[in-house]
């Protein structure tokens, strides 16, 4: 076998595994899509696979005209907002001084940001901090404790030790001071690492679930996952229905979770391939360089 026709074999076993592996992972969400825009009907008979059968948007209608909804909507998209910018400042500003390795005590403040990831104080202890803190129902209590990831952190220093030192000098040279030339030089240098990070940080923050679910009791601070959870796991769905005077021949209440679970996903996917473009160039410079 020649290697031109190995080199033809391999390309197309690699395409078609690609097109399986993503066959399987879009499988159930367009089942869900499909769910979300069937009739009570076809849903209850079990014909609803991948298309949807009898082409409904009642469950779309309830979930719009919900007023909970919509204020969970607006409050996450203020609480990814906020934690996204704050988390990014935090982070910028704990990566610049640890990409110098003039920095006394540097290595130390290295391992104390390794052990970390890989150590905690537990979800208990947590708990008690957040409370003795007042920060119950508050929140500081999801953007705080998440404020910077070891991980991003890494990132970013390795990204920063990368920028050419010469850049910097010519920069003190000129009068700047580190704030400054991180400000001129390095930020604008880091818009691919520092884009691809914030989408990060917006994703977790997005889909964040557990410590809303331990720190917020208040349902005016339901952010979008919590009131997804509620709505799937108990009799919510059905509550709603009643609410907006919808009959069940109408909505079934799989056909509504079904609906949420898109609204609930709907933002990110709009954003995501905006952004996407971002993600090869700024983990990959990020990781290598340095």
Aim: charged residues 15%; contains cysteine.
């Amino acid at each position: 076998m020649s290697a031109r026709t190995a080199n033809r074999i391999f390309d197309v076993t690699n395409t078609v595994l690609v097109i399986l592996a993503v066959l399987l992972c879009l499988a159930p969400f367009l089942h869900i899509i499909a769910i979300s825009l069937s009739s009570s009907r076809a849903i209850m008979s079990g014909e609803v696979t991948l298309l949807p059968v009898e082409w409904t948007v009642e469950a779309y209608k309830s979930v719009f005209t919900d007023s909970a909804m919509i204020r969970s909507l607006g409050f996450t998209i203020l609480l990814t907002l906020m934690t996204t910018l704050l988390c990014m400042a935090m982070t910028v500003a704990a990566a610049y001084p640890l990409a110098k390795s003039q920095l006394k005590g540097r290595k130390l403040y290295m391992v104390i940001i390794l052990i970390t990831m890989f150590f905690s104080g537990g979800m208990i202890p947590e708990y008690i901090l957040i409370r003795d803190l007042d920060m119950l129902n508050t929140i500081w209590s999801l953007v705080l404790p998440g404020l910077i990831s070891p991980f991003y952190l890494i990132i970013l220093i390795s990204f920063f030790k990368g920028i050419p030192a010469g850049l910097e000098e010519a920069a003190e040279i000129d009068g700047s001071n580190h704030i400054g030339t991180l400000g001129r030089i390095v930020l604008p240098l880091s818009m691919p690492v520092l884009a691809t990070l914030s989408l990060f940080y917006a994703v977790g923050r997005w889909n964040g679930f557990q410590d809303t679910l331990m720190y917020i009791t208040k349902p005016e601070l339901y952010p979008l996952q919590l009131k997804l959870y509620q709505i799937i796991n108990n009799s919510q769905a059905t509550d709603l229905l009643r609410m907006e005077g919808t009959g069940m021949s109408e909505v079934l209440p799989e056909g509504l979770k079904a609906a949420s679970v898109i609204f609930a996903t709907l933002p990110i996917l709009i954003v995501y391939p905006w952004l996407q473009r971002f993600f090869v160039n700024g983990v990959m410079i990020g990781s290598v360089k340095g």
